[in-house]
């Protein structure tokens, strides 16, 4: 008998959780891939047929919406890995009694509803807002120039509204270093670059690694930002998948746009874990 409650134990364990992701990911998973391949319409109803044409007209209409989305989730996560890791690295090493505080100060914001914060950007990036309109007043702007409807403005927003995702990854990374390691590089003459490339930054690459996994996806398939701060030259995929659920109830079409937006990002996850090599940053994770 206690070898098999030992046997069975760790599946006890791990059924609640199993069980969790069985009903909410791996159920809606399979009826959205069943939904993908049917046909009908909202009127008559959707039958199974086997219609992979929805995953071409798919490909072939909104390739170009597909093609930006993937190009602000770059911008947007190659933005924050610059803006991230000297705001991580200055709490880390420099917070001090006070590092409780300062990452309290960042996630503030983010008390505010997502949506909330992205309207109150556009108050401020429109022409006669707080931003622009005194520039334009000064003559420091032509009267011309505008930012809201742009490309800037969204992956402004994008960068605004992930911020916390890169920098807290990256913070815990930099936290686990011990400071020893970096003052014996200082002692053996190496040069301050040289113990950022050499030292730091290689310690603190689970956290890059992990912070790049948690911005890239959400902000490639974001449509807030791109609806409230862009225009119609700025559509994202996750606006068309929006439409199309929603407006326009051609569920097919919208859930076969979510499988090949989930297969294109899986594809990248993995060729970056592949690039920057993810069992050498399991190693220094461990370390």
């Known amino acids: 008998m206690n070898r098999v409650k030992r046997t069975l134990a760790p599946y006890l364990l791990v059924l609640p959780g199993g069980l969790w992701l069985l009903l909410f990911?791996?159920?809606?998973?399979?009826?959205?891939?069943?939904?993908?391949?049917?046909?009908?319409?909202?009127?008559?109803?959707y039958r199974f047929t086997g219609h992979w044409q929805n995953y071409v007209d798919a490909i072939t209409d909104y390739r170009v919406q597909m093609i930006r989305s993937l190009v602000y989730g770059l911008v947007t996560t190659v933005a924050l890995v610059v803006m991230s890791f000297p705001i991580a690295?200055?709490?880390?090493?420099?917070?001090?009694?006070?590092?409780?505080?300062?990452?309290?100060?960042?996630?503030?914001?983010?008390?505010?509803?997502?949506?909330?914060?992205?309207?109150?950007?556009?108050?401020?990036?429109t022409d006669d807002g707080m931003l622009l309109h005194p520039l334009k007043e000064a003559g420091l702007l032509s009267p011309g120039f505008h930012?809201?409807?742009?490309?800037?403005?969204?992956?402004?927003?994008?960068?605004?509204?992930?911020?916390?995702?890169m920098v807290l990854p990256i913070y815990v990374a930099l936290e686990r270093i011990d400071p020893r390691v970096v003052?014996?590089?200082?002692?053996?003459?190496?040069?301050?670059?040289?113990?950022?490339?050499?030292?730091?930054?290689p310690l603190a690459l689970p956290g890059v690694f992990a912070g790049v996994l948690m911005t890239f996806v959400p902000a490639s398939s974001d449509y807030v930002n791109s609806a409230v701060l862009g225009s119609s030259g700025t559509t994202?995929?996750?606006?068309?998948?929006?439409?199309?659920?929603?407006?326009?109830?051609?569920?097919?079409?919208?859930?076969?746009?979510?499988?090949?937006?989930?297969?294109?990002?899986?594809?990248?996850?993995?060729?970056?874990?592949?690039?920057?090599?993810?069992?050498?940053?399991?190693?220094?994770?461990a370390r």
């Open 25 to 45: 990911f791996v159920v809606p998973m399979v009826t959205m891939l069943s939904l993908s391949l049917q046909q009908g319409d909202i009127i008559n109803g």
């Open 147 to 165: 930012v809201l409807g742009t490309s800037y403005a969204v992956i402004f927003g994008l960068v605004y509204n992930f911020l916390p995702f």
């Open 183 to 201: 003052e014996a590089a200082r002692d053996l003459y190496a040069a301050p670059m040289t113990v950022f490339r050499k030292v730091i930054f």
């Open 236 to 285: 994202m995929i996750g606006q068309v998948i929006q439409a199309q659920a929603l407006a326009n109830s051609n569920y097919p079409m919208a859930s076969a746009l979510s499988f090949f937006l989930m297969a294109v990002l899986l594809s990248g996850i993995l060729v970056y874990a592949k690039a920057l090599g993810t069992e050498d940053v399991m190693n220094a994770a």
């Open 89 to 125: 690295y200055w709490i880390a090493f420099y917070g001090g009694k006070r590092k409780s505080t300062y990452l309290f100060l960042l996630l503030l914001p983010f008390f505010v509803s997502f949506v909330l914060r992205t309207i109150s950007w556009r108050q401020i990036l």
